[in-house]
């Protein structure tokens, strides 16, 4: 069974920086975008960036300049560098990745279960 595990988050003061990963872990074929969205309180989830599986890249017009994301295909995870920390950047953020199990399945998208970001002073 895959599994996205997310790890990384935690409290920080307004410019600092933060390095969030996440992992797929179980038995697969092939892992295609991979990507990192946030939902803060009261507010709908919104997607912060994306990757490729062949590395291109793209961003929430919010975090461009602060966020870098990448990832390691060989250990299968997903980091994402936030530097330049806001208060507005709190919330929960979660993985997603698209997924084959076997080479003869259809992609399906994976959720992990979120990691807190909370920026304060």
């Known amino acids: 069974q895959v599994q996205l595990v997310e790890s990384g988050g935690g409290l920080v003061q307004p410019g600092g920086s933060l390095r969030l990963s996440c992992v797929a872990s179980g038995s697969l074929f092939s892992i295609g975008a991979m990507r990192w969205y946030r939902q803060a309180p009261g507010k709908e989830r919104e997607l912060v960036s994306a990757i490729t599986s062949v590395g291109t890249t793209n961003y929430a017009d919010s975090v461009k300049g602060r966020f870098t994301i990448s990832r390691d295909n060989a250990k299968n995870t997903v980091y994402l560098q936030m530097n330049s920390l806001k208060p507005e950047d709190t919330a929960v953020y979660y993985c997603?990745?698209?997924?084959?199990?076997?080479?003869?399945?259809?992609?399906?998208?994976?959720w992990g279960k979120g990691t807190l970001v909370t920026v304060s002073s």
């Open positions: 997603n990745a698209v997924i084959r199990i076997r080479s003869s399945d259809v992609p399906t998208t994976y």
